[in-house]
Nanobody, 124 residues
Framework: QVQLVESGGGLVQPGNSLRLSCVGSQLNLEYYAVAWFRQHPGKERKGIFCIGRGAGIVYYSDFVRGRFAVYRDNAKNAAYLQMNVLTPDDTAVYYC?????????????????WGQGTQVTVSS
């Protein structure tokens, strides 16, 4: 089954770091731009950023600059979201999405594949 599989979520204390993974299953992620989104409880899903096939990054949210980073490892068929200095406001379900093209300039553009989401809870 063609899909994206996220992992790495969990409970973390404020100020700590967490890395989320997004792995392609029967899907060669090398040919995809990969975006990360998050959804707070009761809110709409919001784009964070997208990493292109050439590792260029398109930002959809400014809050992440300096705290979050995105990178990819094509040899592992994976993309990663590194989150640092986490706060309770970062508590959300995080999703990755793949697009067999370049990163769109808008987070509202269509993506071809979505992961199932992984819960991140920041709490002491």
């Amino acid at each position: 089954q063609v899909q994206l599989v996220e992992s790495g979520g969990g409970l973390v204390q404020p100020g700590n770091s967490l890395r989320l993974s997004c792995v392609g299953s029967q899907l060669n992620l090398e040919y995809y731009a990969v975006a990360w989104f998050r959804q707070h409880p009761g809110k709409e899903r919001k784009g964070i950023f997208c990493i292109g096939r050439g590792a260029g990054i398109v930002y959809y949210s400014d809050f992440v600059r300096g705290r979050f980073a995105v990178y990819r490892d094509n040899a592992k068929n994976a993309a990663y979201l590194q989150m640092n200095v986490l706060t309770p406001d970062d508590t959300a379900v995080y999703y990755c999405a793949g697009r067999r093209s370049s990163c769109p300039t808008s987070e509202n553009a269509a993506f071809d594949n979505w992961g199932q989401g992984t819960q991140v809870t920041v709490s002491s």
